[in-house]
């Protein structure tokens, strides 16, 4: 999820990730995992690196737009294996046809561009 900043209030940071801040610490379903006290500004607002530090959300930082990328839970750092790539048939250089499930198990690079 894309972020125009740090601080988020709890309310804000359940909103957008489904873990809410609770004394116990951050909590989904019916998993909590604990929480230092965390510093809270006037506006009811939580540094977010900390929280996310515990849950393994990796938070990426485009200096350029002044926005953050927030990444999904990762306790052990191994967040797409659950993903699976939709049934893809491109060109290759010579405008043969490639599945690109012909290389499934296998790491694939792909590389897009745009004019725009």
Do not use: N
């Amino acid at each position: 999820m894309t972020l125009a900043r740090l601080g988020l209030t709890a309310a804000e940071f359940e909103q957008v990730t489904g873990w809410e801040i609770k004394p116990e610490g951050a909590c989904k379903q019916e998993v909590c995992v604990p929480l230092p006290p965390l510093d809270v500004d006037a506006e009811g607002r939580i540094d977010i690196t900390l929280v996310a530090e515990r849950l393994g959300m990796p938070i990426a930082h485009d200096e350029t737009h002044g926005l953050w990328a927030l990444g999904p839970r990762s306790g052990d750092r191994r967040v797409l294996d659950s993903a699976r790539m939709p049934d893809l048939v491109l060109q290759d250089f010579d405008g043969d046809a490639f599945d690109v499930a012909s290389r499934r198990g296998r790491k694939v690079v792909l590389i897009a561009w745009a004019s725009w």
